[in-house]
């Protein structure tokens, strides 16, 4: 299994500015994920974060709106860029264990964002 | 088309008694993995359950176990004696291999919400 981590669990931001989401994972992954969840919805998968390459995004996400990083095999950040409140949602990160589709996919705890 | 169905938006069950979560799915690859997470009020997104393709057995785990009927493509969860700490949304995913090279991409169904009655 794998132990995730999540930074803030949750934040109240202002329109216009941006928030950065930390992930720490407590063992080596290749694959992490970032989704969000708007309200009373199911996760839309953001982008696959690979160490040491650009992120995939899925249809409708763009790195300007949503930068990622990922320094190393443990960790990984998502920020959210000139927020609105379309933004308000619970973003997680998840890992796949092993990675492939035969593996178990853990998920993070979450940060429930909230743009006024 | 969804690759992952979950038909029920609501279920109720009374406690201590089994409920049946339904999802189905479709894929065209042989090689997948199926997966049903709770989601409390909280928001934090618990597994319960893994069931690989190549899987002969159905998974179990504890209270919870998932009925595989690979020919029908459905993964139904089951949950015996329900009890009160098991009201939340259930999400049925799904990750397939996409060929060489393919970044094995997890799709989620809307999810089920399940309340369960004292």
């Known amino acids: 299994s794998a132990v995730i981590s999540q930074k803030p669990s949750r934040d109240i931001c202002q329109r216009g500015t941006s928030l950065t989401i930390q992930c720490q994972v407590d063992s080596q992954v290749t694959m992490m994920f970032w989704y969000r969840q708007q309200p009373g919805q199911s996760l839309t998968l953001i982008a696959t974060?690979?160490?040491?390459?650009?992120?995939?995004?899925e249809s409708g996400f763009v790195i300007d709106k949503f930068p990622i990083s990922r320094p190393n095999l443990t960790f990984s950040t998502l920020t959210v860029s000139n927020m609105s409140p379309e933004d308000s949602s619970i973003y997680l990160c998840?890992?796949?264990?092993?990675?492939?589709?035969?593996?178990?996919?853990?998920f993070g705890p979450g940060t429930r964002l909230t743009v006024t | 088309a969804q690759k992952i169905t979950q038909t029920q938006p609501g279920m109720f069950v009374q406690e201590k008694e089994a409920v049946t979560l339904d999802c189905t799915y479709d894929?065209?690859?042989?090689?997948?993995?199926l997966f049903w997470y709770k989601q409390p009020s909280s928001g934090e997104m618990i597994f319960l359950i893994y069931q690989g393709s190549y899987d002969q057995q159905n998974a179990t785990e504890g209270r919870y176990s998932l009925n595989f009927q690979k020919a029908r493509k459905s993964a139904n969860l089951v949950i015996s004696a329900s009890q009160l700490g098991d009201s939340a949304m259930y999400f049925c995913?799904?990750?397939?291999?996409?060929?060489?090279?393919?970044?094995?991409?997890?799709?989620f169904g809307r999810g089920t919400s399940l309340i369960v009655h004292p």
């Open positions: 894929t065209s690859d042989p090689s997948y993995g």
């Open positions: 998840s890992v796949a264990l092993p990675a492939g589709p035969i593996g178990e996919q853990y």
């Open positions: 974060a690979n160490q040491g390459s650009e992120a995939t995004y």
């Open positions: 995913a799904m990750r397939e291999g996409v060929g060489a090279g393919g970044s094995y991409i997890p799709t």
